[in-house]
């Protein structure tokens, strides 16, 4: 055990990744010595921050504060804390069943931690963060909360209203980033295209991307988590024209039959997402769309998911990734719906899903062998080089993957690579 040594676990998605990288900033700047997501972790304090979007995430937090919780009774450490989406959600009932945490902080009272240590928030290093990502990207939070209230989702409940940073904080945020060799920024949010509205009730998603753009050193800029009801069609423009805009984008659909839509509250129906697509295709061409699709949700029949699958084989989707609906308390399916689906035809119709996915997959990272392609590498792995496309997020899509013995290449820079072969999601390729 390590004195003054926090050891950090993050759990769930980037935009908690970002807030614990906040902390370890204030942290250390308190003399603390951090380390994140240790496989064997130290430290005498463990600071875990949780998720608490789906039933596996949830079980998944619970089992790491359990486990931590033991590692405290054994002597392993001395002070265990919990932060996050879980804790915001549960927090009263979490006090009572694991009661050998020493303190349950919320999503947005995380830094108060560090008072109760007897440290204070360095105002020097507020908004500045300890980066746990590769140095060459980072992910860039824009807004905090979300104001679509989708039936079956218990974010809004969890991080209350959609709240966007200043713009200019952003951007200086951006500039501090690339001084320190950040080339690349993943941009995050609950709900992307909503950026601005609570300032002065428009979109300003397109002009803060642009502004991105024009900020020296930024060499990549990729868009996550869209929402497809009134898209925000300058955006595309942005895209098209700005060398440094991935041609990527992320935009959960969810469904499709205009019976699932309604159901959903996704206030957007069948035709205005097929013309959705088709205008994302025709405008900025060549771009790669990631999409999340749900099956399985309450009243949800077989004509409806054959409309989804017929959807997935016209759309193409370059990325998709696929999920059954577990119903969520306090959410408005699980108040008013019944989970009528039996989970026998919620995995059937995931897995025929993901079936036809792979199939598309494989075939479009097959049309790339041949093709000149510009990669970042992140690391070198084994006997390769692994890098990745503009099209291809940190974590979760496909890799290229360059024979090390062919040519010494160097983390976070940029080369030129033709494609000599595909499997199902990674691609090959040897430098020109």
């Known amino acids: 055990m390590k004195k003054n040594h926090i050891d950090i676990i993050t759990m769930g998605c980037s935009k908690n990744l970002v807030d614990s990288e906040l902390l370890m900033r204030q942290f250390e700047a308190n003399g603390f010595k951090c380390t994140h997501d240790s496989k064997h972790p130290q430290g005498e304090i463990v600071v875990i921050n949780t998720c608490g979007f789906i039933n596996d995430a949830k079980e998944e937090s619970i089992n790491t504060i359990l486990e931590f919780a033991q590692a405290k009774e054994e002597g392993r450490i001395n002070k265990l804390f919990v932060m996050g989406c879980l804790s915001q959600r549960y927090k009263d009932e979490l006090e009572q069943e694991i009661p050998q945490v020493d303190k349950y902080y919320g999503k947005f009272d995380f830094k108060s931690l560090l008072t109760d240590l007897g440290k204070a928030e360095i105002a020097a290093c507020s908004g500045k963060r300890h980066l746990t990502t590769p140095h060459h990207y980072a992910y860039l939070k824009i807004s905090e909360g ?150 399985g949700f309450p009243g949800e029949t077989e004509e409806d998911f054959n ?89 979760v899509d496909p890799e290229v993957l360059i024979p090390a013995n062919e040519k010494r290449l160097r983390t976070g820079c940029f080369y030129n690579v033709i494609i000599t072969g595909s499997e199902e999601f990674d691609l090959y390729a040897t430098v020109v």
């Open 307 to 395: 409309e989804l699958m017929e959807f997935t084989r016209w759309a193409r989707f370059e990325r998709m990734g696929a999920f059954a609906y577990s119903e969520e308390e306090d959410t408005y399916s699980g108040i008013n719906y019944s989970d009528d689906v039996p989970d026998e035809a919620k995995q059937y119709r995931l897995d025929r899903l993901m079936a036809l996915q792979q199939e598309i997959s494989t075939e479009i990272e097959a049309a790339k062998v041949g093709s000149k392609m510009r990669v970042i590498i992140d690391r070198k792995e084994g006997a390769y080089y692994i890098g990745r496309t503009e099209f291809c997020s940190p974590e």
């Open 146 to 295: 979300c104001d679509r209230h989708c039936a079956y989702c218990a974010i809004p409940i969890i991080t209350g209203r959609h709240k966007s940073r200043p713009m200019e904080d952003i951007l200086n945020e951006v500039r501090e980033l690339v001084l320190q060799g950040v080339k690349e920024f993943q941009v995050i949010a609950q709900e992307l295209t909503y950026y601005g509205i609570d300032i002065d009730g428009k979109q300003h998603i397109a002009e803060l991307v642009s502004a991105m753009a024009d900020i020296p050193g930024v060499k990549w800029i990729r868009l996550h988590y869209a929402y497809p009801t009134h898209f925000p069609y300058e955006l595309l423009k942005v895209m098209r024209e700005k060398h440094n805009v991935c041609k990527y984008l992320d935009i959960a659909f969810q469904h499709i039959s205009n019976h699932m839509l309604t159901a959903m509250h996704r206030n957007v129906t069948k035709e205005e997402t097929y013309t959705l697509i088709r205008r994302l295709r025709e405008e900025v061409p060549g771009i790669h769309i990631r999409t999340t699709l749900m099956v």
